[in-house]
């Protein structure tokens, strides 16, 4: 499939009302599998001991490791006995409010194609090996599943508000690039940094990036960039804490207090932070 941008205003040609396709596994070739198994690999080897223990049981409860490109329908079998989820294939990027549905009722829609080799470190649109090695393994997680649930339903609602650019933030350092503290120590499981390579070494390891406790309003203040390794990182201090803090929590309240409120700059620091590590910011200005 043509790896350009998709970003359309309505469904193109083949595509459902929703957006969705056929995943038409037959048609990947033998040199997309293998980029699969060759990104499978890479990450796979260096996500023990920095994976959320919650991403590794996920990885292995779907069987992701089955060589190639995961087929749909076995896939699927798996991930509903688990949490009632499913994988969608997409074209592309789909509209908020068709994402956002999809994420309401449990489906979570991937892009249908893999990226080239000149892409195997960045590439701007989510790819089938983003979407499902990144994301899937933790719609395998009971909490985790409700968590999406619960944002997909607060996206609906936040169309009503011109709330969606602070929404999207939290998507952003949580689903995306959020760290946990586990009793044994920092892990990623945003799937920005587990499908990443350099980040996930980064985000843990480096000195550059700010590591601040999660805090939820803190967080919708807070820009983010798309081009590069993050500035901050924000640390839950377990799944539990995120689905209640989001699912218990009346957005409409927060959306009213944001308007009054002043985003944050992408690496500044409050006084009311929890830090975790205060970064150096040394990745960031040695490029800038
Ligand atoms: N579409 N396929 C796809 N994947 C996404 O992650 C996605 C999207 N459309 C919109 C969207 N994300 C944003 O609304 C969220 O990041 C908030
Ligand atoms: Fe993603």
Not at 95 to 106: I, K, Q, S
Not at 145 to 152: E, F, I, L, R
Not at 169 to 185: H, K, M, N, P, S
């Amino acid at each position: 499939m043509a790896n350009d941008l998709h970003v359309y205003d309505k469904p193109p040609e083949g595509a459902n009302a929703d957006w969705t396709i056929p995943q038409n596994w037959d048609a990947f070739t033998a040199a997309e599998h293998k980029m699969w198994d060759r990104l499978f690999a890479r990450q796979s080897e260096m996500l023990p001991g920095r994976a959320a223990d919650a991403f590794l049981r996920g990885l292995d409860v779907l069987k992701l490791s089955k060589p190639g490109i995961p087929d749909y329908c076995e896939l699927n079998q798996r991930l509903m006995r688990a949490t009632g989820w499913q994988v969608v294939a997409v074209p592309g990027l789909v509209p908020d409010e068709v994402f956002f549905d999809h994420l309401a009722n449990r489906r979570f829609p991937a892009g249908n194609f893999i990226r080239q080799p000149e892409q195997l470190d960045y590439l701007q649109e989510p790819d089938v090996f983003h979407d499902v090695f990144g994301h899937v393994p933790m719609l395998a997680d009971p909490v985790f599943a409700d968590y999406m649930v619960a944002y997909g339903k607060g996206g609906l609602r936040s169309l009503g508000f011109d709330a969606l650019d602070h929404l999207a933030r939290l998507y952003w350092y949580t689903v995306e690039f959020g760290l946990i503290q586990q009793a044994d120590g920092l892990r990623i499981y945003g799937a920005g940094i587990v499908s990443s390579y350099g980040e996930s070494i980064f985000a843990l390891e480096d000195n550059s990036p700010n590591r601040i406790k999660f805090d939820l309003l803190r967080v919708m203040r807070t820009r983010y960039r798309i081009d590069d390794f993050q500035q901050n990182y924000f640390v839950i201090g377990s799944l539990d804490e995120l689905l209640r803090t989001t699912a218990e929590t009346d957005f409409a309240p927060l959306y009213g207090q944001l308007e009054h409120l002043p985003d944050i700059a992408i690496a500044d620091i409050l006084d009311d932070d929890k830090l975790l590590h205060r970064g150096t910011q040394a990745y960031a200005l040695n490029k800038a």
